[in-house]
């Protein structure tokens, strides 16, 4: 069993940044596909990106270049840093964990979720 963490959420202007942290128990870290995926209020929940345990990483097109996901197997901990953020960012943000190797853009094929934090861009 793993449990999520994630921090960092708040608000800020359109064109900030934000860094979000997602913290994990468990000492198999760097076995687990790391995906972030975000909700706003009325839709569906939705991928932003993914980072594989080889650190390659990939992200929904209206987040390229903008944001950057990473990993810190060491201290059990993804990261989405998340610059030039827009309006139409705002969100609930949840990171979740695969155990399969290989990548997903599907939430449902997530094993475990954090508890979401929410992020608001606002002028």
């Known amino acids: 069993q793993v449990q999520l963490v994630e921090s960092g959420g708040g608000t800020v202007q359109p064109g900030g940044s934000l860094t979000l942290s997602c913290t994990a128990s468990?000492?198999?870290?760097?076995?687990?596909?790391m995906g972030w995926f975000r909700q706003a209020p009325g839709k569906e929940r939705e991928f932003v990106g993914l980072?594989?345990?080889?650190?390659?990483?990939y992200y929904t097109d209206s987040v390229k270049g903008r944001f950057t996901i990473s990993r810190d197997n060491g201290k059990s901990a993804a990261y989405l840093s998340m610059n030039s953020l827009k309006l139409e960012d705002t969100a609930v943000y949840y990171c979740?964990?695969?155990?399969?190797?290989?990548?997903?853009?599907?939430?449902?094929?997530?094993?475990?979720w954090g508890q979401g934090t929410q992020v608001t861009v606002s002028s």
């Open positions: 468990g000492p198999t870290f760097s076995r687990y596909v």
């Open positions: 979740a964990a695969r155990r399969d190797v290989s990548i997903s853009r599907q939430p449902d094929l997530y094993d475990y």
């Open positions: 980072i594989s345990r080889a650190e390659n990483t």
